[in-house]
């Protein structure tokens, strides 16, 4: 005599349709992390023929209207000395500051900024666009 039930309910998940969508979303939040730019401050470079990859420590913006900033902070010529100083005191290596002018900014100002960050002791670096550069 068989008392076991011939017809057992096997309960099952189907995943197929959810790694499927899991996998997309993967994809698709990876290629947004790597379009992602620290530079919120909208900028033309200077074209270069070379590339100027450095480590940055802090990033000074110089725009078109010679304002400056530190990051996304908006300030003045008289208060750059005093806000660097405060991001390399950070830092135990030589730090590099890159700075990312406007090709149509005043070479004065950019000029400026790089005597405050050499007075601080770091190394200053222009970001320049190679994307049209030719080898």
Known sequence: MNIRKRFRNHPEVH?????????????????????????????????A???????????????????????????????????LKAFLSK??????VVINGDSTAHLGTAIQVMQIIKKLGATPVMAVDNSGARN
């Open 15 to 47: 995943t197929g349709a959810l790694n499927d969508i899991l996998f997309i979303l993967l994809l698709f939040f990876l290629i947004v992390s790597t379009l992602a730019n620290p530079n919120v401050i909208k900028v033309s470079n200077p074209k």
């Open 91 to 96: 830092e135990t290596d030589k730090p590099s």
């Open 49 to 83: 023929k070379a590339d100027t990859k450095a480590k940055q420590t802090v990033v000074v913006t110089v725009d078109k209207s010679q304002q400056i900033f530190i990051g996304a902070e908006k300030i003045s010529m008289n208060e750059l000395e005093a806000k």
